[in-house]
């Protein structure tokens, strides 16, 4: 058989397919692999296929064969099962510090690493309308600023602030020194009542004197 220009593509291809297309509800052939290579211009024998398939099993991939009247194959087990997925989306969807558009993104991507026919399960389940979401898209890039300066125990710099009537950013009251400005190090970031809490020690302060999260917002960088 005369091998197409992509044949060297051809395993790659194959797992695809197991990855983006099979489960234990979905299963593929051989000659159904084939014809989907086919698809994509590669040409292959059968015993080709069962190679192709041995190897990627050789690899660590959790291919498994249903033996009935014919072979069939699918992807036994992945990154996360659907129980898993269904947690981490749920917790994408009930987090109000992630906007409605960077929660879709991140749903879409959560249901990549689910099987095409798994994902449209998620489809019908996820509604995300109706939840209290923030409007600020810097706040998820702010949070992992935080979490790098707390796993390289560096110093943070930030300003708290809210919103006045007028949805005009406002910034916090000044301290002794005469500033906006607040210097803490932070211990470690986590959630409390829908927030990110984030307790550290104000740099001059008291050690005793502890910041929690906060209640308008903040902008900040690490130093």
């Known amino acids: 058989m005369p091998k197409s220009k992509n044949q060297k593509q051809k395993i790659l291809y194959i797992m695809k397919f197991f990855y983006e297309e099979t489960d234990e509800e979905h299963t593929l052939t051989v000659n159904e692999i084939i014809a989907k290579l ?32 014919i072979s069939e194959y699918f992807l036994g087990s992945r990154v996360f099962e659907m129980a898993e997925l269904k947690i981490l989306i749920d917790s994408v969807q009930s987090s109000r510090f992630v906007t409605k558009k960077k929660s879709e993104s991140l749903i879409k991507k959560l249901k990549s690493l689910a099987s095409k026919p798994q994902a449209r399960e998620f489809s019908g389940q996820i509604y995300i309308y109706d939840r209290i979401k923030s409007m600020n898209e810097s706040i998820f890039y702010n949070v992992d600023t935080l979490h790098n300066a707390i796993a390289s125990t ?11 009537i007028k949805r005009e950013k406002v910034c916090g009251k000044y301290d002794v020194r005469g500033t906006t400005n607040r210097k803490a190090s932070c211990y470690y970031g986590g959630r409390r009542r829908g927030r990110t809490a984030l307790p550290a020690v104000r740099h001059g302060a008291d050690p005793e004197d502890c910041c929690g999260g906060a209640q308008g917002g903040s902008d900040g960088r690490s130093d």
């Open 38 to 69: 086919e698809r994509n211009g590669i040409s292959a024998a059968r015993r080709s296929i069962y190679d192709d398939i041995r190897t990627l099993q050789a690899f660590g991939v959790d291919i498994v064969m249903r033996k009935s009247k």
């Open 154 to 164: 560096r110093k943070i710099t930030f300003r708290y602030y809210d919103y006045n």
